[in-house]
């Protein structure tokens, strides 16, 4: 049994999410139309995309190969597929019924791993169309109170694929992990651009509370509308505290469609939800089933990318260092590197440090890794400080260059080894009663005198020397 997080004391939180997104292919999902984004508005359209009487449908082929991608990669199982009407009424979808999966979809039973380790279940991946796009003119840009009403069907029929979460979110911070996984794995996939903005990916949630213990789940209500990572964590929020608070006077929420509405911060009540038998969903008798073979499959699997969670757990494993603890360099696209570098010899530790906390972040990586694992490995050898070694660095990102002739250059590499001992020697003289005391001390206040010793050799090299490459030079002189 897994620990139970309480959102509030006594309440448990569950959410499950539906991610809406489009494909990146170049025409629409059933006609040749252009997918684009940004276009004057009802210019990429067709008889197809419009609904007009007659016209019939083709399956795009990519938009399916991008699916059965995305698929594999959420760990799904693909299958012979069927695509069905669902039916409703609403001005931006002229068919008066989108094309989607219904009992039959081509991903299901999947399993998404976030960055702490912990997984969400993917009940399903199915294949559908766009609609098209209303908006409102005068008032608030609400239906209500608009004076007229614009639609535009440029994304009417523009590929999606949705994927719906099994209900096993249990904070706010998950969904938003879980987004945002989602996204990556997208984006490594090149099956979609994934903008949040631009409403190539878009967020549902479907939120409820329970009493911590309490084994069914109770009334849940999907929040629409969510347009950046950040608000699905605070609309999942807000609507559980609603639900609580409604709960605490006795009342209970009402299973319905509710829109985030960004401004206030808030959630409001949309149309009641319907349930699947209001739809009408019956098999679309325009196509025929995908039915794709094993040969597919395989020559999916083989193609696909290494995915973030993969490359995670590989540099975690080369490092030392937890998975969650090198998200970042992953995220940045600098693992490659880092596997490199170590690979010709270098530090796997010293490595992910130099690499996450050095190199410029937003940028792709020029440094041969061979220049860069000598540099790793003169620091540390303790032929070079960590201040040094920054330096030698900039240098290399700025100038390019080996690190040994930049370090020579800038008579670093003397420093290390005889300079080194000259100036300790130095010192030493000039402090004659320090070092008595040093000569004779125990470890504890041996300890003391050497932060002092150091701090003179500090001074006198202007930082440039490697204070462990001075307690060894101070231990061998004492044992004299
Ligand atoms: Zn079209
Ligand atoms: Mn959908």
């Known amino acids: 049994m897994t620990e139970v997080i309480e959102f509030q004391p006594g309440w448990e939180l569950i959410v499950g999410l539906e991610v809406h997104c489009e494909l990146a292919t170049k025409t629409k999902m ?26 019939l449908p083709v ?10 991608r995305l698929g594999r990669a959420l760990q799904c199982t693909v299958s012979p597929s069927v695509f069905a009407r669902k039916n409703y ?6 068919k008066d019924y989108q094309v989607t999966q219904y009992d039959k979809p081509t991903n299901t039973a999947g399993k998404l791993e976030l960055p702490d380790g912990s997984f969400v279940g993917i009940t399903r991946a199915h294949l559908e169309e766009d609609t098209g796009k209303t908006s ?27 994927i719906v979460s099994e209900p096993d979110i249990r904070t706010a911070d998950q969904a938003k992990a879980y987004v945002d996984e989602l996204r990556k794995i997208v984006l490594a996939l090149g099956v979609s651009d994934a903008k949040m903005e631009e409403g190539s990916m878009r967020v549902d949630a479907n939120v409820s509370v329970r009493p911590v213990g309490e084994p069914e789940f109770r009334t849940r209500c999907e929040i629409k ?31 319905e469609t509710r829109h985030w509405d960004e401004e206030h911060g808030r959630t409001r009540a949309g149309r009641s939800k319907e349930n699947s038998d209001d739809y009408r969903y019956f098999d679309e008798p325009d196509l025929v089933p995908l039915v794709p073979t094993a040969d597919d499959i395989a020559r999916i699997d083989a193609a696909l990318p290494m995915l973030p969670a993969s490359r995670r757990r590989r540099l975690a494993e080369i490092t030392g260092a937890a998975a969650a603890d090198v998200t970042l360099v992953v995220d940045r696209g600098h693992d490659d590197f880092v596997v490199s570098v170590v690979g010709v010899g270098a ?16 940028q792709p990586i020029t440094l041969a890794p061979q220049s860069f694992a000598q540099l790793v490995i003169m620091e540390t050898a303790g032929e070079l400080t960590a201040t040094q070694a920054k330096q030698v660095l900039a240098e290399m990102l700025e100038n390019g260059g080996d690190p040994k002739a930049i370090a020579a250059a800038k008579g670093f590499e003397a420093m290390a080894s005889g300079a ?11 402090n004659p009663a320090d070092w008595a005391e040093f000569v004779v001390a125990d470890d504890k206040a041996r300890k003391k005198l050497s932060g002092f010793f150091t701090g003179q050799v500090m001074k006198a090299t202007q930082g440039q020397a490697d204070g462990r490459a001075v307690a060894e030079v101070l231990a061998r002189r004492a044992a004299r």
């Open 89 to 94: 009424f609403y001005p931006d979808m002229p």
């Open 420 to 430: 080194l001992e000259a100036v300790v020697d130095g010192i030493i003289a000039a």
């Open 30 to 55: 059933f006609c040749g139309c252009r997918n684009e984004f940004g276009h004057e508005p009802n210019t990429n359209v067709c008889p197809t995309c419009l609904g007009l009487p007659g016209s």
């Open 136 to 162: 409102h003119q005068g008032g608030d840009g609400r239906i209500h109170g608009a004076e007229s009403s614009l639609v535009d069907y440029n994304r009417a029929g523009v590929p999606l694929v949705e």
């Open 225 to 255: 509308n969510i347009n950046s990572i950040r608000s699905v964590g605070r609309a999942i929020e807000y609507e559980a505290k609603r639900h609580i608070a409604l709960y605490d006077v006795g009342e209970k929420p009402t299973q």
């Open 347 to 362: 530090d796997a530790k010293k490595t992910l440090t130099r690499v996450e906390n050095d190199l410029p972040p937003d």
């Open 59 to 68: 399956v795009n082929g990519s938009a399916v190969e991008y699916a059965m």
